[in-house]
């Protein structure tokens, strides 16, 4: 499986964008893509992930009630739609494939969001 993340780039504090992580390859056998992120000098920490057959999400709660995650199974994307975005939230933003074994076996290359305040 491939994935090529797009979307990122510099927004204000409470202005909005929309991250895209474009699957190839073995797409059947994903079960869920997931969206990820990390800032400088910090962890990696889980933002959000989308089951692929079901649409079932899960959201971290330091994002819930503003980043939405949605997916087109036909187009196999996954979009990150991130309002009132936060100085917070800036990182750099991965998108990973959870396979059937239930791992995040492959990974995007990532695309910077930084949030200006």
């Known amino acids: 499986v491939q994935l090529q993340a797009s979307g990122g780039g510099l927004v204000q504090a409470g202005g909005s964008l929309r991250l895209s992580c474009a699957a190839s390859?073995?797409?059947?056998?994903?079960?869920?893509v997931g969206w990820f992120r990390q800032a400088p000098g910090k962890e990696r920490e889980f933002v959000a992930s989308?089951?692929?057959?079901?649409?079932?999400?899960y959201t971290a709660d330091s994002v819930k009630g503003r980043f939405t995650i949605s997916s087109d199974n036909v187009k196999n994307t996954v979009s990150l739609q991130m309002n009132s975005l936060e100085p917070e939230d800036t990182a750099v933003y991965y998108c990973?494939?959870?396979?059937?074994?239930?791992?995040?076996?492959?990974w995007g290359q990532g695309t910077q969001v930084t949030v200006s305040s």
């Open positions: 390859g073995r797409t059947f056998s994903m079960y869920a």
């Open positions: 990973a494939a959870m396979m059937l074994n239930r791992q995040y076996n492959y």
């Open positions: 989308i089951t692929w057959s079901t649409g079932s999400t």
